[in-house]
């Protein structure tokens, strides 16, 4: 089947721009998760939904980055006034978290931003 | 909290030689470790996952890794590299009690095999 999408695949924006970067998880897939690689920080979580609980923002770099997921489903992560340091690939990763913590997550291909 | 260590930033092995990506981590709890790969302007693409039981775990395209929990380790192994094998591999952990659902993931390993 179709597995996790992401758009656009790339982005560039001007410093101070608000971005939104668009995630269409696996039908199904409960849990959905927001991660950035940069060069500087590696691989890093960012946020994650789980069904209707509250959402884990404990990842979020700053106040300038907010996610929502709409009807359990597509998922948005808005970055307000970029900063150059923001440039990174952000990748979304969705999974059939029964509980426990033993799903395995499924990623998509990313969305590479570049702040200039 | 949890972390992950691949201490070896870049791998390259002869076309049908083995191939060991090494990998350690620390937990409080009991680990879910995961093996990822990344190919080019690709997204994470997963390979296999310790979750309990048998220390070694076999997973697709021939991996395999072992879970060492006296030496903290998870190093993902295949017997023989095949040039296609050239990726980046990403070993990552989940403390589901401390952390929840969120994985942690090692700084990566580029893998260069040699035809």
């Known amino acids: 089947g179709a597995g996790v999408s992401q758009s656009p695949s790339n982005k560039v924006t001007e410093k101070g721009k608000d971005v939104e970067l668009r995630c269409d998880p696996i039908?199904?897939?409960?849990?959905l998760y927001w991660y950035r690689q940069s060069l500087g920080q590696g691989l890093e979580f960012l946020i994650y939904?789980?069904?209707?609980?509250?959402?884990?923002k404990s990842g979020l770099p700053s106040d300038r980055f907010s996610a929502e997921r709409t009807g359990g489903s597509v998922s948005t992560l808005t970055i307000q006034r970029t900063q150059q340091e923001d440039s990174a690939v952000y990748l979304c990763?969705?999974?059939?978290?029964f509980g426990g913590g033993t799903d395995t997550q499924y990623f998509g291909p990313g969305t590479r931003l570049t702040v200039l | 909290a949890q972390s992950v260590a691949q201490p070896e930033d870049q791998v390259n092995v002869a076309e049908g030689n083995p191939l060991t990506v090494k990998c350690t981590y620390s937990v409080s709890g009991n680990p879910y470790l995961f093996w990822y790969v990344q190919y080019p302007n690709r997204g994470l693409q997963f390979l296999l996952k310790y979750i309990t039981g048998d220390n070694l775990v076999k997973g697709s395209y021939g991996f395999e890794a072992e879970f060492n929990k006296s030496q903290t380790s998870f190093h993902l192994k295949k017997p023989s590299a095949l040039v296609s094998d050239s990726a980046l591999y990403f070993c990552a952990v989940r403390d589901f009690v401390a952390a929840g659902n969120k994985l942690t993931f090692g700084g990566g390993t580029r893998v260069l095999v040699k035809p």
């Open positions: 990763a969705s999974s059939l978290a």
């Open positions: 939904f789980q069904g209707n609980s509250a959402p884990d």
């Open positions: 039908s199904g897939h409960t849990a």
